[in-house]
């Protein structure tokens, strides 16, 4: 399990997203509120328009979107 809050810059991946390409990373962490009294914290992610698909030149990182600690994954 992962030690969060995670820094500002780690690759991630989102937990739905079991697939190998994912395993480098889908998005990249750039902004963290918490850790709230749960322990747990929200991540402001950068991710590609398509979710769906590792991010580069094709697939640049556009789309903004709030992680919840409990589904993010740093990337392998």
Known sequence: MATHPL???TRVRHYGQQWAAARTGTATVREVKGPWPDGSCEYRVT????FSRRTGPDNPETRNAWWSSTATIPAA
């Open 47 to 50: 991710a590609g328009e398509d």
């Open 7 to 9: 820094p500002v810059g």
